[in-house]
T-cell receptor, first 117, second 115 residues
Framework: AQSVTQPDIHITVSEGASLELRCNYSYGATPYLFWYVQSPGQGLQLLLK??????LVQGIKGFEAEFKRSQSSFNLRKPSVHWSDAAEYFC???????????????FGQGTTLQVKP | ETGVTQSPTHLIKTRGQQVTLRCSSQSGHNTVSWYQQALGQGPQFIFQ???????GRGNFPPRFSGLQFPNYSSELNVNALELDDSALYLC??????????????FGPGTRLTVT
């Protein structure tokens, strides 16, 4: 069955430090890959996406992510974290079935990012 | 550009009642998806609507149903509410296509509490 794993439930980094959030998926082919951010009590904001092509993708708010096919991973990175980055981060994966799509995104459990001053 | 909007923001219902949640899609989008997010969990896909028909469905019972209207807005209806239905319900819109259907933009959600 298709699945998405975010191994880190909670991460704490100091402001100005670099950040990497991990995401692994289980699927036979290359899926569509996304990272979302959610502030408390809010909806999800799309940070970046990967469909095909260059495996390093740039997103909003200074985030980037790298798709590694051999590791079935799509890790999110930021060189220097700001206090306003504290939030919940979700990796999401879309799987197609042949030429059809269901629009179904499968989300990981999320990683809570805490930023220390 | 108008984003995804949802109403109401919060709702409290009693077990066994029925509820209707509403969503207006982002301008330029023609596809709507609904997700349920329980506390501390990632969102779970309920279903997606395109051309007023259900395109895909997650592992939710039939008492979860939906509608899409000609203006691409949508409703989520839940009958016979159970305590476990308490969650944040998220609506997302996208533009129909093999890949683009998955590039979904979310609304702020409706917080449903069932007592």
């Amino acid at each position: 069955a298709q699945s998405v794993t975010q191994p880190d439930i909670h991460i704490t980094v100091s402001e100005g430090a670099s950040l990497e959030l991990r995401c692994n998926y289980s699927y036979g082919a290359t899926p569509y890959l996304f990272w979302y951010v959610q502030s408390p009590g809010q909806g999800l904001q799309l940070l970046l996406k990967y469909f095909s092509g260059d495996t390093l993708v740039q997103g909003i708010k200074g985030f980037e992510a790298e798709f590694k096919r051999s590791q079935s991973s799509f890790n999110l990175r930021k060189p220097s974290v700001h206090w306003s980055d504290a939030a919940e981060y979700f990796c999401a994966v879309g799987f197609t079935h042949g030429s059809s799509n269901t629009g179904k995104l499968i989300f990981g459990q999320g990683t809570t990012l805490q930023v220390k001053p | 550009e108008t984003g995804v909007t949802q109403s109401p923001t919060h709702l409290i219902k009693t077990r066994g009642q029925q509820v209707t949640l509403r969503c207006s899609s982002q301008s330029g989008h023609n596809t709507v998806s609904w997700y349920q997010q329980a506390l501390g969990q990632g969102p779970q896909f309920i279903f997606q609507y395109y051309r007023e028909e259900e395109n895909g469905r997650g592992n939710f019972p039939p008492r979860f149903s939906g509608l899409q209207f000609p203006n691409y807005s949508s409703e989520l209806n839940v009958n016979a509410l159970e305590l476990d239905d308490s969650a944040l319900y998220l609506c997302a819109s996208s533009f129909w296509g093999l890949a683009s259907s998955y590039e979904q933009y979310f609304g702020p959600g409706t917080r449903l509490t069932v007592t």
